[in-house]
T-cell receptor, first 112, second 113 residues
Framework: QQQVKQSPQSLIVQKGGISIINCAYENTAFDYFPWYQQFPGKGPALLIA?????SEKKEGRFTISFNKSAKQFSLHIMDSQPGDSATYFCAAKEQAGTALIFGKGTTLSVSS | DAGVIQSPRHEVTEMGQEVTLRCKPISGHNSLFWYRQTMMRGLELLIYFNNNVPIDDSGMPEDRFSAKMPNASFSTLKIQPSEPRDSAVYFC???????????FGPGTRLTVT
């Protein structure tokens, strides 16, 4: 049972464009929603995270939008750059639990 | 500060051989996680430890897989005997118990022929 559904599986964006990756969940006990970025040959690295008490969090060109009623959250990458080309994973976690539940990942390619 | 350290970075072995992957978590972290990543299944949690104690090993695929954490600074994941379908990248991650951020190591790419 996949608890976090991520889409799209792959994404191609022009340099300077906006990249949008979406995730949906069912478990209302989730209270922490991070996004991880993974470059080829590297481990995933925490990019940005949000808790459900806010609807948006912005760090530089990266923004998480959170819709609690729809049980959806998304990552927006503004002014996408070729260096942003990587695989992005959304994840979710319950307060009481410890394990992160990951989405399947989105491979982003930013063309120059 | 050193991050999560994993060894070896690459391992090629023949089917039936024993494989041992090693992990050193970030100093002070007391939760440790082992993940497996494949194209087909994505990132899968295999097992995690809290204060050196295994908490949830429901992700361990078969009895051929075992993991230990003899102290706070070292963990192993062993596969015996290995099979070609075990080929994957295995990640170790650590976190502070009271915080949520997990920090991943660089991974071990395992190839079983």
């Amino acid at each position: 049972q996949q608890q976090v559904k991520q889409s799209p599986q792959s994404l191609i964006v022009q340099k300077g464009g906006i990249s949008i990756i979406n995730c949906a969940y069912e478990n209302t006990a989730f209270d922490y929603f991070p996004w991880y970025q993974q470059f080829p040959g590297k481990g995933p690295a925490l990019l940005i995270a949000i808790r459900p008490d806010v609807s948006e969090k912005k760090e530089g060109r990266f923004t998480i939008s959170f819709n609690k009623s729809a049980k959806q959250f998304s990552l927006h990458i503004m002014d996408s750059q070729p260096g942003d080309s990587a695989t992005y994973f959304c994840a979710a976690k319950e307060q009481a639990g410890t394990a992160l539940i990951f989405g399947k990942g989105t491979t982003l390619s930013v063309s120059s | 500060d050193a991050g999560v350290i994993q060894s070896p970075r690459h391992e090629v072995t023949e089917m039936g051989q024993e494989v041992t992957l090693r992990c050193k978590p970030i100093s002070g972290h007391n939760s440790l996680f082992w993940y497996r990543q494949t194209m087909m299944r994505g990132l899968e949690l295999l097992i995690y430890f809290n204060n050196n104690v295994p908490i949830d090993d429901s992700g361990m695929p078969e009895d051929r897989f075992s993991a230990k954490m003899p102290n706070a600074s070292f963990s192993t994941l062993k596969i015996q005997p290995s099979e070609p379908r075990d080929s994957a990248v295995y990640f170790c991650a650590s976190s502070l118990q009271v915080l949520y951020e997990q920090y991943f190591g660089p991974g071990t790419r395992l190839t079983v022929t």
